[in-house]
């Protein structure tokens, strides 16, 4: 009998919600098969079979959150599984258990914080607060709704007989139908037993056609009462359409929300920018792309450049690629770079492990292979956790400046902005040069403002005085 437990998909995840089973009790299962799906803050992923042999029990039921390392599932190696669950019931045999500490994490070094001999400059570096809509939070979306989604619990209905949906109705959708009045009995029903969930529901708005509102009626002008008789009551006008649409967050988008705020809560968020001249590496990329791509298959882009800058960057001033744990700084031995990748409902940030240790080449295969798998949702547990720096390319969708926040446990995140052909002046000349502004959020309490000058100014520098050859 093999265990099939709830995976860490990130250091600070300590739950994930189970928002759909693959896999029925009583059916067969092959080694590394998708299993079950699960949403979390960083991720929304299919988990594969740790076994092969046929699902036994199924324990936590879709829509259930539950904490890492619980059992949810027991797949039945020899093939001596209990009998599959009627149809239309909810697939739960036994309590969840309770989750067990997370396993131990990766080398690293402590130090206690150096003893201040001197009050801090005056010229620190001010917050910013971030706008709406500008810097790619490492955090990431897609999910299910909190809540039971199709599956009976505490406070779910079964729909009354005669013309009305089959099987058990969730609050959520319940509350969906009531804020959009739909008539559930012209919903069909795709979960297991023909009962409605929420993707259903909302398949059914958006096929769903918006009813045309009656045209305002025009009231006559009031008449002039004749004499002596009582003027009429005026007549009551038809009350005013909502202006407003109601929706509840997904479980991924509320955990997001947490995630953020938690970050800006313990990290003393500051943001410096710097100015590079991308030009040599812009002319490097412009003579080399095509041959890349016929060699490779992929296109070469500018962030493997700047990532692989930011690696020699981060050997210069290893405290960038540090962590903060209470009052001591934890050492990463590693230098392991999340790159977040927009998904069409959000982002991820999956790492590249061993950046330090990778070409351009190299870095831009990761790069493309991770955010392939990220958009068909087939990354891995640990490819979303462990990293120890942070870029994001918001300049990809035209942005030039922002003012990304930090991804914790990390004390640092480079913002990349839009590489635009910029007139400057060279040499008391004007000249059109490849100009991009890079953004580097860093948390004060580890961090002062010259020491992410000089690690952003080495960045910048390596970028400037770009002579490595990528074919």
């Not at 189970?18 to 988990?47: A, C, H, M, N, Y």
């Not at 199924?58 to 093939?79: F, Q, S």
């Not at 392939?372 to 720096?389: N, W």
Request: glycine share 8%; proline share 11%.
């Amino acid at each position: 009998m093999t265990d099939v437990v709830m995976p860490q998909m990130g250091e600070s995840i300590v739950e994930g919600t189970l928002t759909k089973w693959l896999k029925q009790p009583g059916q067969k299962v092959e080694r590394d098969e998708p299993l079950f799906e699960i949403s979390t803050d960083k991720v929304d992923t299919e988990i594969p079979s740790p076994a092969a042999g046929t699902l036994s029990e199924v324990l936590v039921e879709e829509g259930k959150t539950v904490g890492i390392n619980t059992v949810v599932a027991r797949i039945e190696e020899d093939g001596r599984a209990g009998a599959p669950a009627a149809a239309g019931t909810a697939p739960v045999s036994s309590p969840v258990r309770t989750p067990e500490p997370p396993g131990p994490q990766p080398a690293a070094r402590l130090e206690p914080p150096p003893q201040e001999t001197a009050a801090p400059s005056p010229a620190a570096h001010l917050v910013e607060e971030p706008r709406p809509g500008g810097g790619l939070e490492p955090a990431l979306q897609v999910g299910a709704e909190e809540g039971l989604e199709g599956v009976p619990g505490p406070g779910a209905e079964r729909a009354p007989a005669g013309g009305a949906p089959s099987g058990p109705l969730s609050p959520l959708v319940r509350r969906m139908a009531r804020e959009h009045g739909i008539d559930l009995s012209r919903v069909k029903g795709k979960g297991a037993g023909g009962r409605i969930t929420r993707q259903d529901v909302e398949a059914h708005i958006a096929q769903a056609a918006p009813e045309p509102r009656p045209a305002p009626v025009q009231a006559p002008p009031p008449q002039p009462a004749a004499p002596g008789m009582p003027a009429p009551p005026p007549r009551p006008t038809a009350p005013a359409q909502p202006a407003t649409r109601i929706e509840a967050m997904s479980t991924m988008r509320a955990k997001i929300a947490e995630h953020m705020v938690l970050s800006r809560n313990t990290s003393v968020h500051v943001t410096t920018v710097h100015k590079v001249d991308m030009t040599r590496v812009a002319r490097l990329r412009e003579r080399q792309k095509a041959d890349f791509q016929a060699r490779y298959g992929i296109s070469l882009t500018y962030l493997p450049f700047v990532a692989r800058a930011a690696v020699e960057a981060l050997r210069a001033y290893p405290l960038l690629n540090a962590s903060a744990d209470g009052a001591n700084i934890v050492y990463h031995n590693e230098i392991n770079i999340g790159i977040a990748v927009a998904l069409d409902n959000g982002l991820i940030v999956p790492v590249i492990r061993g950046a330090d240790e990778k070409n351009v080449l190299g870095l831009q295969r990761a790069i493309v292979d991770l955010a392939a798998r990220a958009r068909s949702r087939q990354l891995k547990p640990e490819e979303v956790h462990g990293g120890t720096f942070s870029i994001t390319n918001f300049g990809s969708f035209g942005s030039i400046i922002a003012t990304p926040i930090i991804n914790q446990p990390q004390v640092a995140i480079l913002g990349v902005g839009a590489v635009e052909k910029t007139p400057v002046i060279v040499d008391d000349a004007i000249a059109i040069r490849s100009i991009c502004y890079l953004s580097l959020s860093f948390d004060h309490r580890l961090v002062d403002g010259a020491l992410a000058d000089q690690f952003t100014a080495k960045v910048k520098s390596a970028l400037e005085s770009w002579s490595e050859e990528v074919l």
